[in-house]
């Protein structure tokens, strides 16, 4: 039998806790045979959940913090502040070895403070980035970095390229998966001074397979495994894609119900367009993990229901199980 991987969840943090973080703890000790949920928050609200539920209780653990840091709270601030909250609790039981990873619907910049704070970086990381699976035509694609580092300098977007490299081939099984760097055109002279600069060290890595310039407009169809930027760009990308691919799918929608014969197509087709539009659903690969920690920490949607939850809990199942971090260590190392 396989080692059980223990994964403090926040069951705190988001729009739907605690329900939805319950029930997604639930899912996945049911569907996933060595792993173990902690969930971290007040006891109460956690069993009052728990009791709707038949469970193996020994698979779930309640850990009791008392404060919850909200979306509104400044993050070093509420991280210094508030040591009993779910979120501090729960890294700390990834510091002392307790848990194997942390996930959390909860404060981006919380999650980024006591992350650094609580876990540490590993020896010879300059920055952690938040790195986000992204659905495209040719499947999925990793933006890095999507949130943590506004002001990155080209160093750190080479190890970003490099660590982006290592998680889609150990977690999502994609062979020397290709490099681009986030551009206004296709030119390797175009871009602003920070692309300029590390464009070239980029192509100077022996390591990864760099190929180029990637526009924006290229993202959706695939053509790059990983997209490198700073996080600034990074996070715009992101809301964008979320947001138009909820416009379109709304317009979608609508068109089908304009007309009874819309509608009869509709109900036709039902099944057809269900199956694809869930290639291009976010959720199916969980959450953003904070890459180039001690540990591992992932930071799922505040709006995540159960099955980001889920599917956060199994991808951090999956980075435990193929050493990632060690990787990561192992390739950084080289460079010291």
Do not use: W
């Not at 329900?19 to 899912?27: D, F, L, N, P, Y």
């Not at 977690?171 to 986030?182: E, F, M, R």
């Amino acid at each position: 039998m396989s080692k059980t991987i223990s994964i403090a969840v926040d069951a705190m943090g988001g729009d739907n806790a605690p329900k939805e973080i319950v029930k997604g703890a639930i899912k996945a000790i049911e569907e996933i045979d060595n792993v173990k949920v902690i969930l971290v928050g007040l006891k109460d609200k956690i069993e009052e959940e728990l009791s709707t539920y038949q469970y193996n209780k020994e698979r779930i653990e309640i850990v009791n913090a008392t404060e919850i840091i909200g979306f509104d709270e400044a993050p070093a601030m509420a991280v210094k502040k508030k040591k009993d909250s779910s979120i501090v609790v729960a890294m700390k039981l990834v510091k002392s070895g307790d848990a194997d990873a942390f996930v959390s619907a909860g404060s981006t910049g919380a999650i980024l403070v006591a992350g650094l704070g609580y876990i540490g970086r590993i020896k010879g990381i300059e920055r952690t980035p938040l790195a986000a699976v992204m659905p495209t035509l040719k499947g999925p694609t990793l933006l890095i970095d999507c949130g943590a580092n506004v002001d990155a300098r080209p160093s750190h977007l080479v190890q970003f390229a490099k660590m982006g490299s290592l998680y889609m081939e150990n977690l999502l099984g994609v062979t020397n998966p290709k490099v681009g760097i986030v551009n206004i055109g296709a030119e390797e002279e175009k871009g602003n001074a920070l692309v300029k600069e590390t464009f070239p060290l980029l192509k100077e890595c022996d390591n990864i397979n760099f190929v180029g310039s990637c526009e924006a407009r290229d993202i959706p169809y695939g053509e790059y495994d990983v997209i490198v930027c700073e996080a600034f760009v990074g996070n715009v990308i992101l809301k964008l894609y979320e947001g138009l691919a909820g416009a379109l799918l709304k317009k979608i929608k609508g068109g089908l119900m304009s007309t009874t014969l819309s509608k009869i197509g509709a109900l036709m087709s039902k099944k057809a367009l269900k199956n694809t539009l869930k290639d291009f659903d976010m959720a199916v690969h969980g959450g953003a993990p904070l890459l180039g920690l001690n540990g591992l920490a992932v930071k799922t949607h505040g709006s995540s229901t159960h099955v980001e939850i889920f599917n956060s809990i199994k991808q951090c199942v999956t980075f435990v199980e193929n050493d990632t971090n060690g990787k990561i260590k192992e390739l950084i190392s080289k460079e010291i």
